[in-house]
């Protein structure tokens, strides 16, 4: 695993990956129809702000693209590491993790938009998706029960953050196995790798999320004066 991770091929498919998630698509789309997202709303460059300038057409496609921008750099990284790995082999975990998490800090801190960025949870769910889908449906689920009851994105992908979270500590933990609704992470190893990486990654999502969080902090407390 050390030589791998020394690859060359392996340092391409992580730049790869960043590169690819750092493609800021709700943006592009926003100026192709006049609109600088940076100047508008919440001033974020996201698919939740191009839904609400723009319509809910324009943000369910940036939303797709930011999806992709998780599937896509995990499906393709055996291309790159195709002498390591035979055709249609999955990589091990801590590869795999490692190239999906390069396009979530790409889709955060984009390098096209001076280091500004979504806020990473349309991608995360983009490379569970492509790795552990039912672990992701379940993790969408959950977002979604959240998001009828409170009625805010922001702040239901922050609840959802913090479950993911609180989810990847029972995995380090072993607290019970999760191999029945994992399909690449069976083992122990595996299991407490995938924790680790969900915990750092639902973190980064609270942290990005920290002005919704006040922004409905402040209207909870309007409200009850």
């Not at 129809?33 to 698919?47: F, I, R, T, W």
């Not at 839904?51 to 939303?63: P, Q, T």
């Not at 291309?79 to 590869?95: M, N």
Request: with cysteine; proline share 3%; charged share 10%.
């Amino acid at each position: 695993m050390t030589d791998l991770i020394s690859d060359s091929s392996f340092l391409t498919a992580l730049l790869c990956s960043y590169l690819i998630g750092s493609i800021p698509f709700s943006y592009i789309i926003a100026r192709l129809n006049g609109v600088d997202l940076l100047k508008v709303g919440s001033g974020n460059p996201g698919a939740t702000n191009l839904s609400r300038n723009l319509g809910k057409k324009l943000g369910a496609i940036g939303l797709g693209f930011d999806l992709l921008k998780g599937v896509v750099p995990v499906l393709l990284a055996p291309v790159f590491l195709s002498e390591q790995f035979h055709t249609g082999e999955h990589l091990p975990v801590l590869f795999a993790l490692a190239v999906g998490a390069a396009a979530i800090v790409g889709h955060c801190f984009s390098p096209f938009l001076l280091g500004k960025g979504g806020k990473g949870v349309a991608t995360t769910a983009g490379v569970l998706l492509a790795y552990e889908p039912w672990l992701a449906i379940s993790m969408l689920v959950f977002w979604g029960g959240v998001l009828m009851k409170i009625r805010s994105v922001g702040i239901s992908s922050v609840v959802a953050a913090l479950g993911g979270a609180l989810l990847g500590a029972t995995m380090m933990a072993q607290v019970f196995s999760f191999g029945s609704i994992l399909i690449n992470s069976g083992s122990v190893e595996d299991q407490r790798r995938l924790g680790l990486t969900l915990v750092i990654i639902c973190l980064l999502i609270v942290i990005r999320h920290r002005s919704n969080i006040r922004e409905y902090r402040e209207a909870r407390s309007a409200a009850s004066s």
